[in-house]
């Protein structure tokens, strides 16, 4: 058996949230983390990859579809909620973190 570099638990957290930072999908991270280190409570992101997906979806359907250029990347030509495709997915995890973030604050009584 060939002896591969295993991360460390921090390291992990790191992947896992320039993962979500990029938009990208990290429920089989998650998955590793969990088979890694499994005394691991819970990341320090509160929300599952399921509930942001979830969230994703929701914008994406809510988004009316435009032609114009692109209010992050000035791209021109078909736009979701005003943005194009491309910056779509970053934005809306981005909104997603924060609605949930958000509506766990207020669950808990915080001040936003």
Known sequence: MSN?????KEEFLAVIDNYRNTGRDTAELEKALQEAFPNTVEHK???????????????????????????????????????????????????????????KKNKRGEKL
């Open 4 to 8: 591969a570099t295993r991360l460390t």
């Open 45 to 103: 992101h509160e929300t599952s990859a399921m509930d942001i997906a979830a969230k994703i979806t929701e914008l994406r359907e809510q988004s009316p579809v435009t032609e114009g250029n692109c209010s992050i990347c000035g791209t021109n030509g078909t736009l979701l909620g005003g943005v194009c495709e491309a910056c779509f997915l970053p934005w809306a995890t981005k909104v997603a973190e924060d609605n949930l973030s958000r509506t």
